[in-house]
């Protein structure tokens, strides 16, 4: 079975004094094919987990299983073959001197497929932007397109599972429906497994089956998307943070 | 691979100015448009800043000027004319007079011109690169590796460029060749610290997580990732230092440490002129303005590069 | 009379490829109200906000037929004149307050220079008003705050301090450009309440420049809904959801709902008549 199990994990950054303990006893566990999601506010140690996942963030300790296998110290080639991210900000996430048609080949290099030409041509078929922006630089393109050749190159190397770090929290409403839309269709065509963090409540409801709130590198519920719908959480903080998500409510005046 | 006729059918048939169009698309079809066509972005963005395109031209204007010397020179460089020694300005043949042993000065100007463009070039060719190299590691690998490359510099850093340059040229043997090595050890420190600055900012960027995450290794993310980002900078800092390269092997030269006579070389064209310097004064002044116009050249150039190769205002 | 009265505002950036119109004859009018005005990003929306205190840099271009304080026309006003209607009479929240406030000196120094500017009193009555100030944005411990540097400040603290810096001069109209985006739901919350209590207690207009339908639709009384530099619709806040223009719509469909759950979102379809379409009036 692959999917991802985590449990028990510490991820910190710096020593001594200056430790700062992003996550702390961090524990779930997300089936192949599933998709979860997980909320907070910024410094809560979300997107800390998906870093200490890919080895982006070093200092961990616990056990982090995902692609297959039971992670150590340093990532194997093979582990990023079937683990895959997806970066919050398309504008920061492309080189800037990298056409999308060098990002592509490089990747597809790097993992050792042949036929690259063909395989660029079908990524971007199926991320939707077709080979006419084969060529172009990122500031040839826009946000949405820009975060299109970044799941492109995330599906490079066909993995089971992507990370997705606020993927469409820098887009307009409207391109992020489009990201959405995307994401949802490359699910069930390939049966991905997801994990997405976001500030964003709906959107982790609309992607994501069941959701893990995290407040100062903890988790503080695990629920399902059905009892998040009927506003039904058990935790104080996850009742405030679904009721802030609607907008504002003038009746805070008195206070 | 590319297309070629791919990319013919995108060209505009009716349109007349079509190159250019095909030029300023945002739609390249083929890896090499897309090439030519960030090129062709970057001079027309040079082009539009005047003094840019003045320091451009004088610098194109040196090139040709040494490429035809032989065909440009009125006399030989080198030809002493005993008779004709001192000769000021304007006179008989000699456009712009002659010097203490009747050679005239704007033939050896001409020859000279070769000599500062081979000083440029190979300095040019060493000095940055080494920097880069040492910079990126620096910056990229941190650690031990770091504190002893960046100590290195710092002891290189120490020292006045000049000074280190005169021990070096001491202990190698005065020669034109040992004074653009020594001018090219001491200009690399600068550049290893602004590429170390550089690495350290974008070792933290979204696209180099993301390229380590398809399993790349540090050498291929150093050269193919952060190279690449680094060289812009390093060749705005490396065109408006050039000023101060050809004035350090004219200072050189002028102290007889760097060309020999009966070498051409500006710097000791005005050392030999300074004997003079009160009653002919043109001997030293011809080489200096030589000196002072391609200076300004490269700084006129420098500055107009900035402006279209910096990462700072080009990400965008 | 209204507070502001916009005619025909126009914006544009000359390039070597033509010319760009960021905003393209926008008329519209603030009272005593909170005027929401949303638009994706290159709507334009910050472009108006900006330009009403001819903030544009060159080589912006700023064309109006009349853009009235008070029915006192700014767009006649020398540079000069116009320093003085910034701050005092028109003041500019920005998006990201680790921007807007200077690293080098002292929460309490900013504020004091601020009110300094604007009027003349000693240095013991500036600091008490800066004081007061910070505590009429709800800080907590102005007197900490007013000793601290602003990269010791959280983001909702530094919002609230622009806020407090842009309030010593009482000016009769706040932009607020994005002023809740860059924070966390929870501390979006308390600086829109303190943004609400100000427009309620001191009658003042608020322009409130966002991406956030719901946001604007909860916290506004009117909203401009811009697109392509003009305004495609003009509604009452409360009313958005019923909005009738296609764009409105599609912005509205395209979000994700906790309570209407869809497998599939509504991807909004761009119709070029919308371009291209006369901007809708938004003065009272």
Redo the contacts between chains.
């Keep these: 079975m692959s999917g991802i199990v985590i449990k028990d994990l510490d991820v910190w950054f710096g020593s001594g004094r200056d430790r700062v303990d992003a996550v702390r006893s961090a524990s779930f566990e997300v089936a192949q094919g599933d998709s979860f999601g997980l909320v907070g506010e910024s410094g809560s140690g979300k997107s800390t987990i998906l870093r200490a996942l890919t080895g982006l963030a070093p200092d961990w300790r616990g056990k982090m299983q995902a692609g297959g296998e039971l992670l150590g110290k340093s990532r194997t080639r093979s582990f990023y073959k079937s683990v895959q991210m997806v970066f919050q900000d398309p504008y920061a996430s492309l080189h800037p001197r990298h056409s999308v048609d060098q990002v592509l080949s490089e990747t597809l290099g790097l993992h050792g497929f042949s036929g690259i030409d063909k395989r660029i041509v079908n990524l971007l078929d199926d991320v939707g932007l077709g080979s006419s922006f084969r060529f172009r630089y990122p500031h040839q393109l826009s946000g949405g397109q820009r975060q299109r050749v970044a799941i492109a190159r995330a599906l490079a190397p066909e993995p089971q599972t992507l990370l997705l770090d606020e993927p469409t929290s820098a887009l307009d409403v409207s391109v992020q429906a489009e990201i959405l839309n995307l994401l949802t269709d490359l699910r069930a065509a390939r049966n991905l497994t997801y994990l997405m963090v976001s500030h964003d409540l709906a959107v982790v409801g609309h992607m994501c089956e069941r959701i893990a709130v995290m407040r100062n590198g903890e988790i503080v519920e695990i629920m399902s998307v059905g009892d998040m719908r009927a506003m039904q959480p058990v935790h104080e903080y996850t009742k405030q943070l679904l009721e802030s998500s609607r907008g504002y409510v003038r009746a805070e005046l008195s206070a | 691979?590319t297309n070629p006729a791919a990319s013919r059918n995108q060209m505009p048939e009716s349109d007349k100015p079509s190159l250019r169009r095909w030029l300023?698309t945002?739609?390249?079809?083929?890896?090499r448009?897309?090439r030519l066509a960030?090129l062709y972005q970057g001079w027309?963005t040079l082009k539009?800043n005047k003094l840019t395109m003045i320091g451009f031209g004088i610098l194109v204007t040196l090139v040709l000027v040494a490429i035809l010397a032989p065909w440009l020179a009125p006399h030989d460089p080198f030809a002493q004319d005993l008779g004709n020694r001192l000769k000021p300005l304007w006179t008989d043949g000699f456009l712009l007079g002659t010097d203490s042993l009747g050679r005239d000065i704007l033939s050896r100007l001409i020859y000279g011109s070769r000599i500062t463009l081979y000083i440029v070039i190979l300095v040019a060719l060493i000095a940055p690169v080494v920097g880069l190299f040492v910079g990126t590691v620096a910056g990229y690998v941190g650690g031990w590796a770091d504190m002893i490359l960046m100590r290195i510099t710092d002891i290189f850093l120490a020292f006045p460029r000049l000074v280190l340059a005169l021990a070096f040229v001491a202990a190698l043997g005065a020669g034109i060749e040992n004074a653009v090595l020594a001018i090219a050890l001491t200009a690399w420190p600068p550049y290893a610290r602004i590429a170390r600055a550089e690495t350290l900012t974008i070792r933290q960027?979204?696209?180099i997580?993301?390229?380590?995450?398809?399993?790349?290794g540090a050498l291929r993310i150093i050269t193919?990732?952060i190279w690449?980002?680094c060289i812009s900078s390093l060749i705005v800092r490396v065109t408006l230092d050039m000023a101060g390269i050809i004035l350090a092997a004219a200072g050189l030269g002028f102290l007889g440490l760097g060309a020999q006579p009966p070498s051409p070389e500006w710097g000791a064209m005005i050392s030999e002129g300074r004997k003079f310097i009160l009653d002919h004064w043109w001997i030293a002044t011809m080489p200096g303005l030589a000196i002072f116009t391609v200076s300004l050249a490269f700084n006129l150039l420098g500055d107009g590069l900035r402006d279209v190769l910096d990462?700072k205002d080009?990400?965008? | 009379m209204n507070l502001l009265d916009v005619e025909n505002l126009w914006v544009r950036f000359p390039s070597r490829t033509g010319v760009f119109d960021a905003v393209r004859g926008v008329s519209f009018s603030l009272g005593k109200e909170r005027l929401g005005i949303v638009g994706e990003s290159g709507s334009g929306k910050s472009m108006t906000g900006r330009a009403i205190l001819r903030l544009i840099r060159k080589p912006g271009i700023v064309t109006a037929d009349r853009i009235a304080i008070d029915g006192q026309d700014i767009m006649a006003m020398s540079e000069r004149q116009m320093r003085t209607v910034r701050g005092q009479r028109i003041s500019m929240v920005m998006q990201d307050p680790k921007f807007s406030l200077n690293p080098v000196m002292t929460v309490g120094e900013q504020i004091m220079e601020s009110y300094a500017l604007h009027a003349n009193a000693t240095k013991a009555e500036t600091r008490r008003k800066a004081l007061e100030m910070l505590e009429a944005v709800s800080i907590r411990d102005p007197e900490r705050v007013f000793r601290a540097y602003p990269h010791e400040m959280s983001g909702g603290m530094g919002q609230r301090i622009m806020i407090a810096m842009m309030l010593i001069p009482d000016p009769e109209i706040l932009i607020a450009d994005e002023p809740t985006s860059a924070l966390d739901v929870s501390v979006q919350t308390q600086v829109l309440s303190i943004l609400d209590r100000l427009v309620e207690a001191r009658g003042m207009g608020l322009i409130f420049i966002s991406h956030d339908l719901n946001l604007v639709s909860s916290f506004c009384d009117r909203v401009l809904i811009m697109y392509a530099g003009r305004i495609v619709e003009v509604c009452r806040a409360d009313r958005l959801s019923e909005a009738q223009h296609p764009y409105t719509r599609g912005l509205l469909n395209s979000l994700p709902r906790l309570d209407q759950p869809d497998r599939r979102l509504e991807v909004l379809k761009r119709d070029p008549v919308w371009r291209n379409a006369d901007s809708v009036s938004g003065m009272l």
């Design positions: 691979m300023l945002d739609t390249p079809a083929s890896r448009q897309a960030s027309l539009s960027s979204d696209y997580h993301a390229v380590k995450l398809q399993g790349a193919r990732h690449p980002l990462p080009s990400g965008e």
